[in-house]
């Protein structure tokens, strides 16, 4: 009996690997954890994009802090650094995630078992009214949205919502972008009308239900852990994975290399091809979603017996893949063709080596 009320409960899903969302309690943050200003992009805590559209004063951060509910030790912050009393109607603002295709074959979108949904987490504002949730479903491209309510100003507030099922069409189940859960911060009028259904998209559904307006005053702020999406129509309690599980997950979609100090190694090693290039290659900590970008910053090449500073350009090979990356160094001289050498930080001002596969 006991067992059949828990399989009730959890709508017969599996008890483990319920959350299609990567990162929900905002505990990795490989690209840092201190506040970012820029408007558009992943800059802070890993899987999470922060957006601006439209506006012509508004500026925010977004940054990882260490504040939550009980249960959690970190959530995600956004405040207003420049406010934005009056809002166009075309003006809005989001922080979102992504969900891979192939991720949602569970939820069987576009068949006749299509499954309902439930997103919940911990919310926290320094205004109070209504905020936007929506769920946008790529390839079909249908959106539902709906606000849910902040009562209390500075108060950890736990909040659910559910999404019906969607039987008509549904995502490519592959590697690329499935599905986007949307959380509003603000939206001008021509952004915000809920929806009762899933509805063919337009930015008229974008953040649905969204009045409350978190660009209207300096230092206004807006807090989010434990965010939760999951198949059934109950909430169940939030899915707490390793930090070593969520970090993995997190590695699949963005990694970043030799992010301290004191000669901290990359793990990629090379050869030089002549005086002024070297061939450097190695193995991802876990393959990407797909073959990545990559971004550096001030690389230390190291000839494992005596150092060498380089500051020159890096590049990606063709050779490169999902699963291990092969890339050139062109510096002006100073190499010795046929020496090996590695990628190091330095004793300061950590350098970096980043492979970016987000959706």
């Known amino acids: 009996r006991e067992l059949a009320e828990l399989g009730a409960v959890y709508d017969s899903g599996a008890l483990s690997n319920r959350n299609l969302i990567i990162n929900g309690a905002m505990q990795v943050a490989q690209r840092g954890t201190a506040a970012h200003n820029e408007g558009n992009g992943y800059f802070s805590l890993d899987r999470w994009h922060q957006q601006k559209v439209n506006q012509d004063q508004f500026t925010y951060s977004v940054e990882q802090v260490s504040d939550g509910p009980s249960g959690f030790s970190k959530c995600l912050r956004v405040t207003t650094s420049t406010a934005e009393t009056a809002l166009a109607s075309d003006e809005f603002g989001r922080i979102y995630q992504s969900i891979e295709g192939q991720n949602l074959t569970r939820v069987g979108f576009g068949t006749a078992d299509a499954k309902p949904l439930t997103v919940s987490f911990y919310v926290k504002s320094s205004i109070t009214g209504n905020f936007s949730c929506s769920l946008y479903l790529n390839d079909a491209n249908v959106i ?3 606000a849910y309510t902040i009562n209390a100003a500075n108060t950890w507030e736990y909040k659910t919502l559910s ?5 008509t069409a549904g995502p490519n189940l ?3 972008q ?7 911060l603000f939206a001008g009028s021509g952004i915000n009308t809920a929806t009762t259904n899933w509805t063919s998209y337009t930015t008229t559904y974008l953040l649905g239900g969204q009045t409350a ?3 209207a005053t300096l230092n206004d702020s807006w807090r989010v852990t434990g965010v939760q999406l999951e198949v059934g129509s109950e909430a169940t309690p939030f899915e707490h994975r390793s930090f070593g599980q969520e970090l993995a997950l997190c590695q699949r979609y963005f990694q970043r290399y030799m992010d301290t100090d004191n000669y901290e190694p990359s793990g990629f090693t090379g050869i ?3 005086s002024t290039r070297a061939y450097f290659s190695g193995r991802f900590t876990v393959p990407m979603r ?4 990559m971004t550096h910053a ?3 090449i190291d000839k494992f017996s005596t150092g060498f500073n380089y500051n020159g350009t890096a590049n990606l090979d063709g050779a490169t893949t999902e699963k291990a990356a092969l890339f050139l160094v062109d510096t002006a001289s100073g190499l010795v063709t046929g020496d090996p050498y590695h990628l190091i930080a330095s004793t300061s001002d950590p350098q970096h080596l980043s492979f970016d596969a987000e959706l």
Not at 290 to 293: A, D, E, R
């Open 272 to 274: 030089a091809t002549s």
């Open 174 to 176: 592959d590697n690329t």
């Open 213 to 215: 307006n978190l660009a």
């Open 163 to 167: 999404i019906p099922a969607y039987t």
């Open 298 to 300: 001030d690389l230390r």
């Open 290 to 293: 797909s073959t990545p970008s």
């Open 178 to 184: 499935g599905a986007i859960l949307n959380f509003g």
């Open 144 to 146: 539902y949205s709906q």
